[in-house]
């Protein structure tokens, strides 16, 4: 998402929020072509509010994850591949988020899926499945499976929302009935590995549960990979600053990382 009515670029047009968000962080999670295919068209209008280097996490349609799941989908991958081509090296991954049934039984399904995609693409897949990250040798299948096209396993780390005690407030209410208890994991698998951490509505508790991947970040860029992080919180609505807190905490490990874009002043004349 880039716009959200707690930001302060909410009260631009909707042809200008992508590009001020772009102005602050230089990745987005592209949730909504989980609901829908975009036209071209509109694919083109969030590649010309953006630069060259800016980078976005596009999510497949759940037609083709959670409805078909994966087989039989040549034609809506086939439109969604080319609604994406406009974003050209802005498309940093394109992302698979599988359901919670999607468990090891069904990587056979996943490794044709994957094998059958084009390889100018780079592929991200998020897993909800408990037996992934509690049983060794369903792990050990699907690295196999994202091994076959360099394709990253995406971490959802819910630990520390989880962890933090009751809920507060309707937002974290709301998210604790719906967000995945997942077990954490900080592997990487590939040079560009990515991560979406979800905090508390209390920016000091989502700075706090976030340490841990300030070092396993600085660690990754230390071995020469590039990361990609997301910061959640239930409301989302200091996630733009969380962010930007969460790449200066990186920073301090690490100085020769670029710091992230000063926002320009709003104008609405």
């Known amino acids: 998402m880039w716009t959200h009515r707690a930001w302060p670029w909410h009260s631009l047009t909707s042809h200008e929020r992508l590009r001020a968000y772009a102005g602050s962080c230089t990745a987005v999670e592209g949730n909504t072509t989980f609901y829908a295919t975009p036209t071209p068209e509109t694919v083109e209008g969030w590649a010309r509010q953006t630069g060259p280097d800016f980078r976005f996490v596009v999510k497949v349609p759940k037609v083709v994850t959670h409805e078909k799941?994966?087989?039989?989908?040549?034609?809506?991958?086939?439109?969604?591949?080319?609604?994406?081509?406009?974003?050209?090296?802005?498309?940093?991954a394109l992302w698979i988020q599988l359901p919670g049934s999607f468990g090891p039984g069904d990587v056979p399904v996943l490794t044709r899926f994957l094998r059958r995609l084009p390889a100018a693409h780079?592929?991200?897949?998020?897993?909800?499945?408990?037996?992934?990250?509690?049983?060794?040798h369903a792990m050990s299948e699907l690295e196999s499976a994202l091994a076959t096209v360099?394709?990253?396993?995406?971490?959802?780390?819910?630990?520390?929302?989880?962890?933090?005690?009751?809920?507060?407030?309707?937002?974290?209410?709301?998210?604790w009935s719906k967000k995945p208890r997942m077990?954490?994991?900080t592997r990487a698998l590939t040079d560009h590995p990515i991560v979406r951490y979800l905090g508390r509505d209390d920016p000091a508790r989502t700075v706090e549960g976030w340490a841990r991947w300030v070092d396993v970040v600085a660690a990754w860029l230390g071995e020469g990979r590039s990361p990609t992080v997301f910061v959640h919180t239930p409301d989302n609505a200091d996630a733009p600053?969380?962010?930007r807190g969460f790449h200066d905490a990186v920073r301090a490990r690490v100085p020769g990382l670029d710091p992230l874009p000063e926002p320009e002043p709003l104008t609405l004349f």
Request: no cysteine.
């Open 150 to 175: 360099d394709a990253e396993w995406v971490p959802f780390d819910t630990t520390a929302f989880f962890g933090g005690g009751a809920p507060t407030s309707d937002a974290e209410r709301d998210a």
């Open 69 to 92: 799941r994966l087989a039989g989908v040549e034609t809506e991958m086939r439109a969604y591949l080319d609604a994406m081509e406009p974003l050209g090296p802005r498309a940093h």
């Open 241 to 243: 600053a969380l962010a």
């Open 183 to 185: 077990p954490l994991r």
């Open 122 to 136: 780079r592929y991200a897949v998020e897993v909800r499945h408990a037996a992934f990250f509690t049983q060794p």
